[in-house]
């Protein structure tokens, strides 16, 4: 959030509803009283306990006073009681941003290094990935994630936070085991034609090439063309891994099956440009350019945030009727009991 502009304070939303504060009092005032049915008998052996005791529940203090202030607690609470805020300016960029996330089987390959330790290429992206998202306050940003079949995992939405929360809690094979990296530009471009931002950006990131899917991937860049999006693209993966077979240790090249051609055919296409990143380092600096190329550069908008307050008083009520509920009720003026 940004600077404080002013400051917020106590309120109430509908302060027109505590004139009901005192409509019992008039209603009694206004209303006659119940006709009377007569007296009933009631034996008890316990009469002689009570007889000295006619005044009845309903005539005491104290169940007045709790009643009193039951009710004018609940016209309290109904007055929608708040606390407002400082006022705070909120950057706005004007620009819709999907991350398009691959999470394939082969995103399992363990040739990335994280912390001195071996780690899969999902892990590093999840992490990299997550802290560009949440540097990207004032944008709307949405998430992807695609596999054998693509789907929109986050909305666009202002609120980065819970966007990159959800990209940390992707797992490999959420959406099939291969790749479908024309569906996934095809979904992106579907959600942002719905937005009349000003622009429009994905950042898809895979290690292999199109293996599933309806829509081929530079058909699927042509249509985010004619739309006016631009898309980056960025392959990831090592070049160089070691693995243990029969016949002892070889180095083998993890990403073969990248599809670098297409992948800088499609950025190529919408205005955007393609990256490979080979390790987490690679990756981070790979972001830190997309910061540059795509700044947060905004305009200004202001929030107020608003808390309820009604709950507590509408609490404090709840209690005072329980409260008067255990107080119970003698009998009163109206019953006439005989000894049994």
Known sequence: MGDVITDGGFTLAWPWLLALAPLPWLLRWWLPEAASRGYLALRVPWYGDVAGDRRGTLRRPA?????????????????????????????????????????????????????????????????????????????????????????????LTFDTETTAILLAESEIGLAGRETAIGDAIGLAVKRLREDAASDRVLVLLTDGANTSGEVQPLQAAEFAAREGMTIYTVGVGADEMMVQDFFGTRVVNPSADLDEETLEAIAERTGGRYFRARDAEGLARIYEILDELEPVESDVEVVRPVDELFQWPLGCALVLVMLAGLVGVRPGAGMRMEAA
């Open 63 to 155: 169940w007045h006073v709790l009643a009193a202030l039951a009710w004018l607690l609940l016209v309290f609470a109904a007055a929608r009681p708040q606390w407002v805020g400082e006022v705070q300016s909120l950057p706005v960029t004007g620009r819709d941003l999907l991350l398009a996330v691959d999470v394939s089987g082969s995103m399992d390959t363990q040739d990335m290094v994280w912390q001195g330790r071996s780690v899969n290429r999902l892990s590093v992206v999840k992490r990299v990935a997550g802290d560009f998202v949440e540097r990207r306050r004032g944008d709307r940003v949405g998430l992807v994630l695609f596999g054998s079949r693509a789907y929109l995992q986050t909305p």
